[in-house]
Antibody, heavy 120, light 106 residues
Framework: EVLLVESGGGLVEPGGSLKLSCSAS????????MNWVRQAPGKGLEWVSSIRPSGGYMYYADSVKGRFTISRDNAENSLYLQMNSLRAEDTAVYYC?????????????WGQGTMVTVSS | DIQMTQSPSSLSASVRDRVAITCRASQTVSTYLNWYQQKPGKAPKLLIY???ILVSGVPSRFSGSRSGTDFTLTISGLLPEDFATYYC?????????FGQGTKLDI
């Protein structure tokens, strides 16, 4: 079964750190660009970061640049998001999503999400 | 960044109705336009990519079209399971950006 499973969410104080993981199965993980997308409670979708298949190129939303780091381990079929200097506005469900790498680069596979709450 | 403006932000309809949701890009995105459906507490699901190509397994009552920088998602013959929130997304430029969503309810 083709699957993405996120983990690592939780409650953290402002200024704290958290590392999210996304475990992939059922497809050749190393062939796909991967993304993190978040959704604040009751709000819309916001792209956070992406990483190319080899891990050599990473991209970030301005809202997280300098604070978040995306990485991957193709041998472990895993995607990560290291989140530092967390703020209340980072509170959201974080999804990992696969870039289809087809014509339109749509996000064709999503995990179930992991909740991050930044609060004192 | 490319801004994606969806309208309406909410829409009330009935089973068997035909509805249309529009998405306007602030600049050209060619056909790098995708539509997602999201139900409460669930991850988004890709419905249509490249403006008009239906994902395998998505019912044919869903369709997408493009006119310049304006895109439309049409659902013909609403079924109860179609009541959800719909998002457009452009992947022409980085960062990929989403519309604000359209909540479709009964």
């Amino acid at each position: 079964e083709v699957l993405l499973v996120e983990s690592g969410g939780g409650l953290v104080e402002p200024g704290g750190s958290l590392k999210l993981s996304c475990s992939a199965s059922g497809f050749t993980f190393s062939s796909y660009t991967m993304n993190w997308v978040r959704q604040a409670p009751g709000k819309g979708l916001e792209w956070v970061s992406s990483i190319r298949p080899s891990g050599g190129y990473m991209y970030y939303a301005d809202s997280v640049k300098g604070r978040f780091t995306i990485s991957r381990d193709n041998a472990e079929n895993s995607l990560y998001l290291q989140m530092n200097s967390l703020r209340a506005e980072d509170t959201a469900v974080y999804y990992c999503a696969r870039d289809s790498s087809g014509y339109s680069d749509a996000f064709d596979l999503w995990g179930q999400g992991t909740m991050v709450t930044v609060s004192s | 960044d490319i801004q994606m403006t969806q309208s309406p932000s909410s829409l009330s309809a009935s089973v068997r109705d035909r509805v249309a949701i529009t998405c306007r890009a602030s600049q050209t995105v060619s056909t790098y336009l995708n539509w997602y459906q999201q139900k409460p507490g669930k991850a988004p699901k890709l419905l249509i990519y490249a403006a008009s190509i239906l994902v395998s397994g998505v019912p044919s009552r869903f369709s997408g079209s493009r006119s310049g920088t304006d895109f439309t998602l049409t659902i013909s013959g609403l079924l109860p399971e179609d009541f959800a929130t719909y998002y457009c997304q452009q992947t022409f430029n980085t960062p990929p950006t989403f519309g604000q969503g359209t909540k479709l309810d009964i």
